[in-house]
């Protein structure tokens, strides 16, 4: 039998439906600009937002992953000329108009050739490209043989710097005759500015260590919360509530100073270190010791006086019982932590100074130059800062439905 819908359930449903999908447009927009302009050519924040096959590179994220990028430029009023000579061989005269020492940056499509001194004319002689002297029955002075070394020639080119690069400008005669000019290209390896695989490494290692250590401090405490009668306890869960509405910028310089002090005498705990920036990250623990403190209060304590019965200490009644059941809420903590250590800025920015110690949060704003700003190269690394976070999410996402709604409701 089928079952009739009232209109107005049909139009909720679009309208819900309309609406998530708006939300995830929403959502995916900045993230797909984003991956745009890693891809763009240049470093600009504007442009196609999905980029065209012929204008895209992979230039940023291999300089994001630590590869050496190497770019050909133009060089001004430099050219290639193929000649006729009598000697059986083709030659390349390499001339400029503007910059006489050019010849130093004949690049990988010359590599073979034999260059010679500059002559007083800035004439550049580059012999030994092409020999037809041993070719069978062909000889230089035959028209067809030389169409056919300036079309392999022209080949050669492209095959070696990539068909269809736009750093390839080669213009053949209409009569394919010797005399065909190419664009001159000098070739520069451009380096890594900075070191994002190390500053990734730097976030993925300091916010696992925090999230496992706040992990380990906040069950323990919870547990005492939840479970334990002792004086103080209302005052300290309330005190700790309030001191976490206080932002930590609020801190920065007091931060600063204590961390100093503290490096005198524990060096690895001091400014500029991991450990110290750890230290600092755990004074957030108290919003995860409410949040699985509600957690705990959800169990049946019974489950506990039952092991007790049974000869269990307190400690194997938390480990064997209460651990096990609390996996989901577990979960939610790790990764809020792990998300808000991996993303978090001022005290990073603060506490580390040397490049190597930073974290990609922090080092991701070297690209923004107020004289230039790496939009490219900042959104390469922009990404590669996401992957951590979804690798977490994608690891814990059975828990995490069932941890972010437990605990909110007693009894």
Known sequence: MAIVQPKSLIYRKAVAHIFIIAFLCLIMFPLLMIVAISFRQGNFSVGDIIP??????LDHWRLALGFDV???????????????????????????????SFHNLVTEPFALADVQNLKDDNTLAVEGY?????????????????????????????????????AVKYVIDQNDKAGTTYGVYKESIIPPPFPVLLWLWNSIKVAFITAFLIICLSTTSAYAFARMKFAGKTVLLNGMLIFQMFPAVLALVAIYALFDKIGDYIPWLGLNTHGGLILSYMGGIALHIWTIKGYFETIDSSLEEAAAIDGATPWQAFRLILLPLSVPILAVVFILAFIGTITEVPVASVLLLDMNELTLAVGSQQYLYPQNYL???????????????????????????????????KG
């Open 52 to 57: 065209k096959a012929s204008t895209s590179t």
């Open 130 to 166: 092409a020999d037809t002297s041993d070719a069978e029955g062909v000889t230089y002075a035959d028209e067809s043989a030389t169409k056919e070394i300036c079309k392999n020639v022209a080949k050669k080119l492209v095959m070696s710097l990539g068909e269809g690069s736009d």
């Open 375 to 409: 939009w490219g190269d900042f959104a390469a690394a922009a990404v590669l800062s996401g992957l951590p976070i979804t690798i977490v999410f994608l690891l814990a996402q059975r828990w995490l439905v069932g941890g972010l709604t437990a605990g909110g409701v």
């Open 70 to 100: 190497v770019k050909l430029n133009k060089v001004s009023g430099a050219t290639v000329n193929v000649i006729n000579t009598d000697d059986g061989k083709v030659r390349f005269y390499v001339t400029s108009e503007e910059d006489p």
